[in-house]
């Protein structure tokens, strides 16, 4: 049976965009609904509890805009939200992106060492540590916080050298010697269109795995799972909520997305009234 509700995507900001962009690719026949909480971002800096207060919210409308499914694109609110909100939502089905991303690093590395790059929240929260623990114990995991990367990712300064500065900054040292990591996770979702910085500052044998494209494939496992999925032909939509300025968000997004925004397809809404 062919299930034609749309799949509800939530981010603090735009860069869950890179999240929608891998899951409009894997799943063409689908249709989503994207809610970026740009009025109140970054989830990075704050604490455990407000995100968990801010996820709730944005969440509950992307319920009642009748979604089959929730995607948490968003590294921050995945650490330290997707299990309260997982039971807030039930029966729909609540899909984070910490989980796919630790499965593929574990099963990329060959040294069982893994870094992980994401914001201070996701850092703090320590929950990649946890799930690739949990997968293979012996693993050893050191993480990062790039809290820069989010910013020029925002600019657009994908390939500057001030980026190429801040890679080697963050990045260079860590990757140096015979005991240096082979796997990096990109644990915030901003970070996938700075890979080419990225991969100049580790070099070209690192395992790179990207959190959007681990994430859109647990999504189709999932709703081929359930029997979820839309199999009609209609070709993929997308309609978006932001909760502070529309036109920076059709704008920046577009980097995220890797395509056009249109102004019109971004509808302003007030998650707190």
Not at 66 to 86: D, F, H, Q, R, W
Not at 215 to 231: F, W
Request: charged share 20%.
């Amino acid at each position: 049976m062919s299930d034609p509700r749309p799949i509800g995507v939530f981010d603090s900001g735009m860069g869950g965009l890179t999240v929608l962009r891998a899951l409009g690719q894997r799943l063409p026949r689908e249709t989503f609904v994207y809610l970026g909480d740009t009025a109140r971002l970054p989830y990075g800096t704050k604490s455990a509890e407000t995100v968990r207060a801010y996820a709730l919210q944005a969440t509950r409308l992307l319920i009642a805009e009748g979604v089959k499914m929730v995607v948490i694109a968003c590294n921050t609110a995945s650490a330290v939200a997707l299990e309260p909100l997982a039971e807030a939502l039930a029966p729909v089905p609540v899909i984070g992106v910490i989980e796919p991303g630790a499965r593929a690093a574990v099963a990329a590395t060959r040294n069982r060492r893994i870094a992980v790059i994401a914001t201070e929240g996701t850092v703090k929260g320590e929950a990649y540590p946890r799930a690739i623990h949990a997968l293979k114990g012996e693993m050893s995991v050191v993480q990062r916080p790039c809290q820069v990367f989010v910013a020029l990712a925002e600019e657009g300064w994908t390939e500057s050298s001030v980026t190429t500065e801040a890679a080697q900054r963050y990045l260079g040292s860590l990757f140096e010697g015979a005991a240096a990591p082979d796997t990096i996770v990109l644990g915030c979702t901003h970070f996938p269109v700075l890979a080419a910085a990225i991969r100049q500052a580790i070099g070209a044998d690192v395992a790179v795995v990207d959190s959007a494209e681990t994430t859109a494939a647990a999504v189709a496992e999932a709703l081929e799972a359930k029997g979820m999925s839309n199999e009609t032909g209609r070709a993929s939509s997308m309609r978006f909520f932001a909760t502070d300025s529309p036109e920076r968000f059709a704008r920046v997004g577009a980097i995220f997305l890797g395509r056009p925004i249109d102004l019109a397809d971004v509808e302003l809404i007030d998650l707190r009234s």
